[in-house]
């Protein structure tokens, strides 16, 4: 039987598939989430400053729903892209050592 750190015993081997964890990765993606919100805010000022948008304009462009020409939004979109996916890892790292521990 695994014992999870600071939440109820899980037992059997579908746990994971149950929500096993869902409190702790809440929690241990929270600062994740954290960074997601102040690149996408930190994009919204750049926009909002350099290329002289409007706050909504340079919002949707920082949210990745508008393009615009020049060689900010190339390098947002580069920049954008490395941190996203970074993000995306470390989150999903806790779900994934948390399934392979639950198997052995």
């Not at 598939?17 to 600062?31: D, E, H, L, N, T």
């Not at 954290?34 to 400053?49: D, M, N, P, Q, V």
């Amino acid at each position: 039987m695994y014992h999870a750190p600071r939440e109820v015993e899980v037992d059997g081997p579908c746990a994971a598939s149950f929500g096993y964890g869902s409190r702790s990765f809440s929690v241990k993606a929270a600062g994740a989430f954290a960074l997601l919100a102040i690149w996408f805010a930190l994009g919204t000022i750049a926009f909002y400053y350099f290329k002289q948008l409007s706050l909504t304009d340079a919002f949707l462009t920082a949210v990745y729903f508008r393009v615009q020409p020049g060689s900010l939004w190339v390098l947002y979109a580069f920049w954008g892209q490395c941190v996203l996916f970074g993000i995306v890892v470390s989150i999903f790292q806790h779900v994934s050592a948390s399934v392979a521990a639950l198997g052995e």
